[in-house]
């Protein structure tokens, strides 16, 4: 299955589960660790654990594939999941406000889908 596809499967899983400020961000070239990364936040520890899980789900489901590794998921705050090509951020809002990732590269491709 493309990137492409992949990245549709988790920003429609998300939005199933209400997550809000959903952005994709290609930042192939400009990060080592992945070529896309999805952003989305909830607002509280349970919601975020819950859009984590139907993330993961989903893409079980679709056979797109399983996490090389999740972090975070115990407490909520910060949900970090490692598709290889694709890192998926999932925050609280004030830690996402805190963070702001999307400012690390502010020249890369991003699409909201909120």
Not at 1 to 27: P, Y
Not at 69 to 87: F, N, S, V
């Amino acid at each position: 299955m493309e990137s492409k596809e992949i990245i549709k499967l988790i920003a429609n899983a998300a939005g199933d589960k209400k997550a809000t400020r959903i952005a994709v961000q290609r930042i192939e070239g400009k990060s080592s660790l992945c070529d896309y990364q999805v952003i989305c936040s909830g607002s509280n520890e349970r919601q975020t654990q819950a859009i984590a899980g139907h993330i993961e789900e989903v893409l079980r489901e679709k056979k797109a594939g399983k996490p090389l590794a999740i972090e975070g998921k115990q407490t909520g705050h910060w949900i970090l999941m490692d598709y290889g090509h694709t890192m998926v951020h999932i925050f609280l809002d004030s830690i996402r406000d805190y963070y702001a990732l999307e400012r690390l590269w502010p020249d890369a491709d991003t699409t909201f889908f909120d």
